[in-house]
């Protein structure tokens, strides 16, 4: 039975979409940054004001670097958008911090979609339809 170009469509967008990663970023005080340097801080730079971590698990991990690497950038700048969402929270020592969660992007997702069903088309069209057959020669 052939697979339709819906069907790869689908099959396509969900492996390049289906990821969300986790990070948080806390303030960073002129203090916080002593404290954790020690001898190797320098009042003289510029530290950055909020620093934290982005946690990427590795059941997740290959599905973002198939969106990064597989998509086709999109606008002015050749860009591959990664949507982030923000949370102010509080940690249980009492500090501030902001919760942050990257997704794929609304926008990216349409141009794959696009992008996948016209491969999924031109699969289509050069295999006669028949993309998958129930059984195997071998």
């Known amino acids: 039975m052939p697979l339709g170009m819906d ?3 689908s099959v396509l967008l969900s492996l390049m979409a289906d990821f969300a990663v986790n990070g948080a970023l806390f303030s960073q005080s002129a203090e916080d940054m002593k404290k954790r340097m020690k001898d190797r801080y320098d009042p003289s730079k510029n530290y950055p004001q909020y620093d934290g971590v982005m946690n990427i ?10 969106y990064i ?9 050749n860009e ?27 926008k990216y997702e349409k141009a794959e979609s696009a992008a996948a069903e016209g491969g999924a088309a031109a699969l289509a069209e050069a295999t006669g339809g028949d993309v998958v ?3 195997f020669p071998f």
């Open 7 to 9: 069907a790869i469509s």
């Open 133 to 135: 057959e129930d059984e």
């Open 69 to 77: 690497m597989q998509g086709k950038p999109i606008g002015d700048r």
């Open 80 to 106: 591959i958008p990664l949507a982030i969402s923000g949370w102010k929270k509080t940690s249980s020592s009492g500090k501030t911090y902001l919760s942050l969660s990257f997704k794929p992007h609304y």
């Open 57 to 66: 698990p590795a059941d997740v991990a290959y599905a973002l670097a198939e």
